[in-house]
């Protein structure tokens, strides 16, 4: 079966102004574009670090990395499961996320038990903004702590928006709220100020200039005196304790 090749740049456009892609099953050949009247974000000074998360985060109960394995993370999140039975990440949507991967625009947070992936989730970083495409748990309060570490990274990273698309229970329960489309596109405008600056109101955002006026996904790292190595739970419950 063909399916649909979708242009990376077309895609960080679409990003860019609101929409984004999903296909109606893992092997539909295409996809549909999606502009929601109503968006989830999460604020990322409102986490809702709950006392049990905090707990089993210092225990550091799995190992985290970002983008050890970001195709076993998409793979993971397209997984059936007895929860979801079916997925919106058709093969087209797979294959252009690896893309922005290798480019740097696509990142993804792991939960280890040992050797083996648990958790986690991706998502696709530009400008100021990351919108938070999927994530997955196969043990107990792996997403969860998979979405308290990116919120770390991401406060740490200098995002100012993290967006989650369609509003969840799940969500609910650790801070995300909705909002108008409208109040969004003002939230996602001030996200991308930078980048718009650097490419131009009227140009949509090529793969080099989104990387070069973007916030700092591993600032982290590169912040290894601050933090211990490897990022742990105590050091993700610090950073959410000192941006609240």
């Given at each position: 079966?063909?399916?649909?090749?979708?242009?990376?740049?077309?895609?960080?456009?679409?990003?860019?102004?609101?929409?984004?892609?999903?296909?109606?099953?893992?092997?539909?050949?295409?996809?549909?574009?999606?502009?929601?009247?109503?968006?989830?974000?999460?604020?990322?000074?409102?986490?809702?670090l709950s006392r049990s998360l905090r707990k089993k985060l210092l225990?550091?109960?799995?190992?985290?990395?970002?983008?050890?394995?970001?195709?076993?993370?998409?793979?993971?999140?397209?997984?059936?499961?007895?929860?979801?039975?079916?997925?919106?990440?058709?093969?087209?949507?797979?294959?252009?996320?690896?893309?922005?991967?290798?480019?740097?625009?696509?990142?993804?947070?792991?939960?280890?038990?040992?050797?083996?992936?648990?958790?986690?989730?991706?998502?696709?970083?530009?400008?100021?903004?990351?919108?938070?495409?999927?994530?997955?748990?196969?043990?107990?309060?792996?997403?969860?702590?998979?979405?308290?570490?990116?919120?770390?990274?991401?406060?740490?990273?200098?995002?100012?928006?993290?967006?989650?698309?369609?509003?969840?229970?799940?969500?609910?329960?650790?801070?995300?709220?909705?909002?108008?489309?409208?109040?969004?596109?003002?939230?996602?405008?001030?996200?991308?100020?930078?980048?718009?600056?650097?490419?131009?109101?009227?140009?949509?955002?090529?793969?080099?200039?989104?990387?070069?006026?973007?916030?700092?996904?591993?600032?982290?790292?590169?912040?290894?005196?601050?933090?211990?190595?490897?990022?742990?739970?105590?050091?993700?419950?610090?950073?959410?304790?000192?941006?609240?």
């Amino acid at each position: 079966m063909k399916f649909e090749r979708l242009d990376p740049a077309m895609v960080l456009g679409a990003y860019s102004v609101g929409v984004f892609p999903m296909a109606d099953g893992r092997d539909a050949p295409g996809v549909y574009w999606v502009e929601p009247r109503r968006r989830a974000i999460l604020p990322l000074d409102g986490f809702h670090l709950s006392r049990s998360l905090r707990k089993k985060l210092l225990a550091d109960r799995f190992r985290i990395t970002a983008d050890r394995d970001f195709p076993a993370v998409i793979r993971l999140c397209a997984e059936a499961a007895s929860d979801r039975p079916e997925t919106w990440i058709n093969r087209s949507i797979e294959h252009v996320f690896l893309h922005l991967h290798e480019t740097g625009h696509a990142h993804s947070i792991e939960c280890w038990d040992g050797e083996e992936l648990v958790g986690g989730l991706y998502g696709l970083a530009l400008g100021h903004a990351f919108f938070g495409e999927s994530m997955v748990s196969r043990a107990a309060d792996a997403s969860k702590i998979a979405l308290a570490a990116l919120v770390a990274r991401l406060r740490a990273g200098g995002f100012t928006l993290l967006d989650c698309q369609f509003m969840t229970g799940h969500l609910a329960s650790l801070g995300a709220v909705e909002i108008d489309r409208a109040d969004y596109m003002v939230l996602l405008g001030e996200a991308l100020g930078p980048l718009v600056s650097a490419t131009g109101a009227s140009s949509a955002p090529s793969l080099a200039s989104a990387s070069a006026a973007a916030a700092d996904f591993f600032a982290v790292e590169a912040a290894m005196t601050s933090v211990s190595a490897p990022f742990a739970g105590k050091d993700i419950v610090q950073l959410l304790a000192q941006t609240s």
